[in-house]
């Protein structure tokens, strides 16, 4: 979908999600058009780690230290950048309570440090 179409569409789901029957319709359609999957992980922030993405054909396997932390089947198919972030904001669509946005407390500052990327094809 062209990128240009994606905000009017995700102003108009966020206006919808507020009407209970609309609401679920519109987070049920978002959810099936969405390809995005998330894993929590456990890796304390506080020392180094070893992030790997293994993007195939087939699967999508994202290690932390050696560790499967989040496997996908089937990859999406779309050109894919790099992106790497911390932060505490979130975005979450739930059937029981739509789309909300909010920021997490953190306890202390929070930086995010590359010392390596090697990106391979």
Request: glycine letters at 8%; zero cysteines.
């Amino acid at each position: 979908m062209p990128a240009g179409l994606l905000l009017p569409l995700a102003a108009g789901a966020l206006a919808l999600s507020r009407l209970p029957l609309a609401g679920r319709l519109a987070v049920d359609a978002i959810r099936r058009a969405a390809t995005a999957q998330e894993a929590q992980l456990s890796a304390g922030l506080d020392r180094w780690h070893r992030y790997a993405l293994d993007w195939g054909e087939t699967e999508a396997l994202f290690s932390v230290d050696g560790e499967p932390a989040l496997q996908v089947h089937p990859p999406p198919r779309a050109p894919l950048g790099f992106v790497a972030w911390i932060d505490n904001q979130y975005a979450a669509l739930s059937p029981e309570r739509g789309i909300r946005f909010g920021v997490l407390p953190t306890a202390e500052d929070q930086w995010l440090e590359l010392r390596e990327l090697s990106i391979r094809t």
